[in-house]
């Protein structure tokens, strides 16, 4: 049994995705970041932080501009994105290229055909462009039904005491659990369509006759080219223009966010000025037993004001008949 | 024309130079040692970790340098000189946010490094002193995040301390004095910033430079321990030296480091909340993403009261480290492959699920309290 036919398609296309993604990952961040400083992309929060982390691999390339439409999201703005997906491309192309032919001599002992990285790149876009936006939406439906799911659990009388740092790990842990079984359900399922593309290159391929210190050699040239100097050269010169160009672009000042894509703005309570607060409390103190003062005032005249009248009425009713109810009257009309 | 042949054979300057240090100094036996280390069955993307990290580290030292030519450590200027930084000195904001990032890149690194050494098996004999002075250098890189994060003195930092300090303060025997001593106060300060100040820029980064030699020295002394796979004609087949194919991985994966903080310090600049003050306001206190676990964890009704408190935010982490770093001791079986380990597989997935679960239950939490 050959290791092409020992090698299961997962494992297959979960090694040739891993390295390929991890060879182009570098050289597609340093553009991004490029763009970045440039002020030509302007992302949305998380999805466009999950674009930054994956950087349109070559399963994502097309993928995500259709879930983009699909599902009416906003990736952000600026021409940066669009030129970072077609600079995405030639990359993950070479990466992909040098990856499958390194593997095809090293492990699977075979001659890797010609254009194995252009023609393995094509279908696996396809595949990613077709494939994901499936798994999105299960994966999506599966979480949402997961947490309301648990949510509902919670609201019966039964659980309804359970206090709220338990319910929600519990809670997580529920809809987590059954969302990442889904997810990695689907990825095996999509990994195992990839494996088997990637198998089905090696159908037509030679065996390699090389000895293994010349396979080694060969695929080792595949990814350093022969004149060392030259490709250091090459390297250094292009991270010296890269690094002034990101220093000529980079913002002096903390760049805004752009319109499209402000953040939540996180504001605490203004801060708590003892000497203010005192200051303001002794005028309000100040201030309020001067009114108090004068409501006193305004009752002692009043009552002042209230005796005199009773008196005086009073001595002119002496002289009438006497009324029992009279003190009683000029009482209730005290404030 | 042809050239003499004397000319041919005539050293340039710079070969000059390299000889005249080299008679001096070693340089080509010092470059012999370093670079021509054995790697048993070839390099690895998994070995990268450790270059990384020191990569990190350099990189927080200059950004930390070039921070403290503005930044004052008092009370009444540290949020000031912060906003100055951020919004007046040429290119600060980036140089903050720059290391704020560069201090969650190194805890992430120092989680993946560690994870990659106990999965590997690598801290079996000979290596169980690597492994101890790595769980110290662990500790110090979760001392640098704490004690920085109150150096810019908004309310996130001062709130993020207090409840620091508070845990600390449960650890029996020492807890009291610790907490004394590091808030030099009843209430956050002056002295305590000071303190704060003076463990993370000097105390720290002589320990970590310290401990960083050390772990190095004897990892060079034992020697990598190689994969967990295969037999020793194999391993023996594969074999390469640390250059050049060890120094590219690691090349290209401080790379990908460096440029993937810098784009977080473009994604999430650093933004200060209101100053400092004793008054949490409607700000709901809480510590750096890394401890947030714990934070949750204490949440829990079985930790609640003083006792709950001291289980959950002493007794069961030091319990962990402590584990830790008997862990060579106990597991004393020659076996590495990490398949044919199964308690230290179960057990590496159940406390990073735990972890996992509650940090984002943390997360969670915020809109409750919200």
Redesign the interface.
């Known amino acids: 049994m050959t290791d092409q036919e020992s090698t299961s398609p997962v494992k297959l296309a979960l090694k040739l995705l891993w390295f390929t993604f991890w060879t182009g990952f570098p050289i597609k961040l340093a553009f991004a970041l490029l763009f970045l400083a440039m002020g030509i992309i302007n992302f949305e929060a998380r999805i466009g932080l999950g674009f930054l982390m994956v950087l349109a691999s070559p399963v994502t390339v097309f993928a995500l501009p259709i879930l983009m439409i699909g599902l009416d999201s906003h990736i952000g703005e600026g021409v940066g994105i669009g030129l970072l997906f077609l600079l995405c491309i030639p990359i993950d192309i070479w990466a992909y290229g040098v990856v499958a032919r390194t593997y095809f001599l090293d492990r699977l002992r075979l001659e890797p055909p010609d254009g194995i990285g252009l023609s393995l790149w094509i279908k696996t876009a396809i595949i990613g462009a077709l494939y994901l936006p499936i798994l999105w939406l299960v994966v999506g439906f599966t979480t949402e039904t997961g947490i309301s799911a648990a949510h509902s659990l919670f609201e019966t009388e039964m659980l309804k005491w359970v206090p709220i740092a338990e319910r929600i790990g519990i809670q997580l842990t529920l809809w987590g659990a059954i969302s990442t079984a889904v997810l990695l359900i689907m990825l095996l399922i999509g990994l195992s369509i990839i494996g088997r593309v990637i198998r089905g290159a090696t159908i037509g391929a030679q065996p390699a006759q090389d000895s293994y210190q010349r396979r080694v050699m060969r695929w080792d040239l595949m990814r350093v080219p022969a004149d060392q100097g030259l490709m250091l050269t090459a390297f250094a010169g292009t991270g010296v223009v890269l690094s002034l160009l990101f220093w000529s672009a980079l913002p002096v000042t903390t760049p805004h966010p752009h319109e499209c894509c402000k953040k939540p703005e996180v504001k605490a309570q203004p801060p708590y000025k003892p000497i203010d607060a005192l200051n303001k409390d002794e005028k309000l103190i100040v201030q309020l037993t001067a009114q108090l003062e004068a409501l006193e005032k305004k009752k002692a005249e009043e009552e002042a004001q209230g005796k005199n009248k009773a008196k005086g009425k009073a001595g002119k009713e002496a002289a009438k008949v006497p009324d029992a109810k009279a003190p009683a009257q000029s009482e209730a009309k005290k404030p | 024309m042809q050239q003499p042949s004397s000319t041919s054979t005539q050293p340039t300057a710079l070969e000059k130079v390299i000889a005249f240090v080299d008679e001096r100094v070693g340089l080509k036996t010092l470059q012999a040692k370093m670079l021509n280390e054995p790697v048993p069955g070839g390099s690895r993307?998994a070995y990268i970790f450790g270059s990384i990290l020191l990569f990190i580290f350099i990189m927080q030292a200059v950004t930390g340098i070039l921070l403290m030519f503005y930044y004052v450590p008092t009370a009444d200027h540290a949020y000031a000189s912060t906003q100055y930084i951020?919004?007046?000195v040429?290119?600060g904001?980036?140089l903050l946010s720059y290391h704020f990032w560069g201090s969650t890149a190194m805890v992430v690194c120092v989680f993946a490094h560690m994870s990659q050494v106990f999965l590997w098996g690598a801290y079996k004999k000979p290596r169980e002193l690597i492994w101890l002075v790595g769980l110290a250098l662990f500790g110090l890189v979760m001392g640098f995040g704490f004690t920085g994060y109150l150096l810019p003195w908004?309310?996130?930092a001062y709130w993020a301390t207090t409840v620091g300090v508070e845990i600390m303060d449960k650890t029996p025997v020492v807890g009291d004095f610790m907490a004394r001593f590091l808030k030099g106060g009843p209430t956050p300060g002056q002295m305590t910033l000071s303190r704060f100040f003076v463990i993370h820029v000097m105390i720290l980064p002589a320990a970590l430079m310290g401990l960083a030699g050390l772990h190095i020295f004897l990892f060079r002394k034992a020697g990598p321990a190689g994969p967990f796979r295969g037999s020793v004609e194999e391993l023996k087949v594969k074999s390469d030296y640390f250059f050049p194919r060890q120094v590219w991985k690691d090349i290209?994966g401080m790379?990908?480091v460096f440029?993937?903080i810098?784009?977080l310090a473009?994604?999430e600049?650093v933004?200060l909340?209101?100053?400092?003050?004793?008054?949490?306001?409607?700000?709901h206190p809480e510590p750096e993403w890394y401890f947030l676990f714990l934070f949750?964890m204490l949440?829990?009704?079985i930790f609640a009261g003083e006792f709950g408190q001291f289980l959950g935010a002493v007794a069961l982490p030091g319990a962990f480290m402590a584990l830790l770093a008997a862990l060579p001791f106990i597991d004393r079986d020659p076996e590495r492959n990490i398949f044919k380990r199964p308690i230290a597989l179960i057990g590496w997935i159940v406390v990073m699920a735990t972890i996992l679960?509650?940090t984002?239950?943390a997360i969670?939490?915020r809109e409750?309290l919200d």
């Open positions: 993307w951020i919004h007046d040429d290119y904001w980036f908004d309310q996130r290209v790379v990908t440029l993937s810098c784009a473009f994604w600049p933004v909340l209101e100053e400092a003050t004793p008054d949490p306001g409607d700000y949750q949440r829990l009704k679960i509650f984002v239950s969670i939490n409750f």
